[in-house]
């Protein structure tokens, strides 16, 4: 596992929601008014779960996966480590993790409760991991979901899709002809997507965002604090947490960091209750939200986590 190292304890601190005499320790409910951010660099992707975080950094030994936070929720026998392997993604669910390794197959680790857990031996592209449910994309554009409480269908549409995500009880995917189709529960209109086209997805618990093919931000489901998206801009990623979202802006030379990556600075909005919202200054190529908290890659490969940090999911317990 890379060395987190702590940056500040102010600059969220100023300007997250805290009342005069708030505690501001890790101990605490104010333990996100934090950000940390890893000492090396070799970091190409992270994924946030409820309260914990998994990514893929070069460098480290077994595996090219290194994982964060409470430890029920990066269970793989050894309950610090996880799967040994080379992998090429990873997504984080509620309280478990799967990743897809550099033979397609995919492996999952954390809580096996409904069978979330228990991955097939499909030729895989692209994993999710829910709440209660998991899914993948194959190597012919098929889905295939598996766990689930039984409360809600995760039976899979029909076609042929490039990514997919999962929220609770509900899943979207996004198609090779770059419209999404939503699946399972819809109390929130999260499963009843908009007809536009987008070019990448993200799902939080109840609601989903997208970036449409003009390079705005979309959003359906579940109202994510106030509502407010961003008005303006051109952006190339976003990520659904909790009760918050963060997305990437296009630069205005479309600038272009680490492996040829996009890269660009950070919008943030919603809830900010642990200075989830209150993003870092910098340059990023990739982001995820978890329940609390969000993690991004810095266009020099390093790591920055912000928000909550209440079972060291930020990277310093």
């Not at 936070?69 to 309280?95: A, C, L, M, Y």
């Not at 931000?217 to 109202?223: K, L, N, R």
């Not at 991004?296 to 317990?317: E, F, I, K, T, Y």
Request: hydrophobic letters at 30%; glycine letters at 16%; aromatic letters at 8%.
């Amino acid at each position: 596992m890379h060395t987190i190292v702590k940056v500040s304890l102010t600059i969220l601190f100023v300007s997250g929601c805290v009342s005069e005499g708030s505690d501001t320790s890790l101990e605490t409910g104010a333990t996100g008014l934090s950000m940390f951010e890893s000492a090396t660099s070799g970091w190409s992707s992270v994924s946030a779960g409820f309260e914990h975080t998994c990514g893929i950094v070069s460098g480290i030994g077994a595996s090219n996966i290194s994982c964060f936070g409470r430890e029920s929720s990066i269970v793989h026998e050894d309950p610090t480590q996880p799967p040994v392997g080379e992998f090429t993604s990873t997504d984080s669910g509620s309280d478990y993790s799967c990743a897809v390794r550099d033979d397609g197959q995919v492996r999952c680790w954390g809580d096996t409760s409904y069978g979330k857990a228990s991955a097939p031996t499909t030729s895989t592209v692209s994993v999710a991991a829910g709440f209660e449910h998991s899914c993948l994309v194959s190597t012919n554009g098929s889905l295939e979901c598996w766990g689930g409480s039984g409360e809600y269908d995760v039976t899979p549409p029909v076609g042929e899709y490039q990514s997919v995500v999962a929220g609770y009880g509900f899943s979207c995917a996004l198609s090779l002809s770059n419209k999404v189709d939503c699946w399972g529960s819809d109390f929130f209109g999260q499963s009843t997507p908009p007809d536009v086209e987008f070019v990448q997805i993200s799902a939080g618990s109840t609601a989903v965002c997208g970036i449409t093919m003009d390079s705005s931000v979309v959003c359906w489901g579940e109202t994510i604090g106030n509502g407010n998206t961003p008005s303006s801009g051109a952006f190339f990623a976003v990520a659904v947490g909790g009760e918050h979202a963060c997305a990437i802006s296009r630069g205005g030379e479309d600038t272009y960091g680490l492996r040829g990556s996009p890269q660009g600075e950070l919008t943030c909005w919603g809830d900010n209750s642990f200075g989830q919202s209150t993003a870092p200054p910098g340059e990023f190529v990739q982001l995820s939200s978890g329940g609390g908290h969000t993690c991004a890659v810095r266009a020099d490969g390093h790591l920055v986590c912000w928000g909550a940090n209440s079972a060291g999911q930020l990277g310093v317990d």
